[in-house]
């Protein structure tokens, strides 16, 4: 009977992992290229980036969602992706899809 109890109990542990997400953030930095308003995606010509893909290809596609969060400078209400184009941005995403897209300052 514990053997059931113990083998039931690691079954049990082993299904509720499998469902767990991955929870892998990528960031990437780069200048912004081109939004898409029809799909509503980015492209972004990357520099750095914590996927060795991006940085391989040189670009990277992202998904804005209705979660996204845009950040211009001290402006976080009221920012457009359309203001954001042609600028350095940094951006956080999982699984392709944005979460972050913060406009960076200008070097000087």
């Known amino acids: 009977m514990k053997y059931l109890i113990t083998i039931l109990a690691a079954l049990a542990l082993a299904a509720t992992s499998a469902y767990a997400g991955c929870g892998k953030k990528v960031a990437s930095v780069g200048?912004?290229?081109?939004y898409d308003a029809a799909t509503k995606t980015l492209?972004?010509?990357?520099?750095?980036?914590?996927?060795s893909a991006e940085v391989?290809?040189?670009?990277?596609t992202l998904t804005l969602t209705p979660d996204t969060k845009l950040i211009d400078g001290d402006k976080i209400a009221g920012v457009k992706i359309d203001d954001l184009v042609g600028k350095n941005i940094s951006a956080v995403s999982e699984h392709g899809k944005a979460e972050m897209v913060i406009a960076l300052a200008a070097k000087s």
């Open 31 to 34: 200048k912004l290229e081109k």
């Open 43 to 51: 492209t972004i010509n990357v520099a750095e980036s914590s996927n």
């Open 56 to 60: 391989k290809n040189k670009k990277a």
